[in-house]
């Protein structure tokens, strides 16, 4: 699974590269947190746009307004696109592999966004009690757990979708 033309990762060695090798994630940290049964990768670009990793399967990435843009959920990619969250599914035809695109209703919408704060709370939650171990993060000298927790904490209590999947809030 693609993710900002990064290979989602299915083995441990391939998620130690997301950490080492995501770029585009100039601050990053990995953790183990209470809670969670696998590591957590979490991210931010230079604009201040964050990515959150919960395990192998679970992704969440916010524009620079902290408005969710991307998500990847049990190996299913979403956009949003106009404020509203719209599911990919891959379809290969003889010649190329088609991305078919079928807007969640609002029942569903909504059944997602509740999914997607209850981990980010988590997350906070125990960062804030200090449930967790940093694995490894980049770079080595900031207080990564604390600037995660701020970022967190600016999030709205309703996570907001954003107009278009780009990261950028325009």
């Not at 693609?2 to 130690?16: Q, S, T, W, Y």
């Not at 949003?80 to 010649?95: F, G």
């Not at 980010?120 to 600037?147: A, H, M, T, W």
């Amino acid at each position: 699974m693609a993710i900002d033309g990064k290979l989602m990762a299915r083995v441990p060695e391939e998620r130690e590269e997301l950490l080492r090798e995501a770029r585009a994630l100039v601050v990053r940290a990995e953790m183990e947190v209470d809670g969670f049964d696998e590591p957590i990768v979490v991210g931010f670009r230079r604009s201040g746009a964050a990515s959150f990793y919960f395990g192998q399967d679970i992704v969440y990435q916010f524009n620079t307004a902290s408005e969710l843009r991307r998500a990847y959920l049990d190996g299913e990619m979403y956009k949003a696109e106009e404020r509203r969250l719209v599911r990919l599914n891959p379809r290969r035809t003889s010649e190329s592999l088609e991305l078919v695109s079928k807007e969640l209703t609002l029942a569903e919408t909504a059944e997602f966004l509740s999914a997607a704060r209850a981990r980010v709370r988590e997350l906070r939650r125990s960062l804030c009690e200090s449930r967790y171990r940093v694995i490894g993060q980049v770079p080595n000298d900031q207080d990564l757990p604390k600037q995660i927790r701020e970022w967190l904490a600016k999030l709205p209590a309703q996570i907001v979708l954003a107009e278009t999947p780009r990261v950028g809030n325009a």
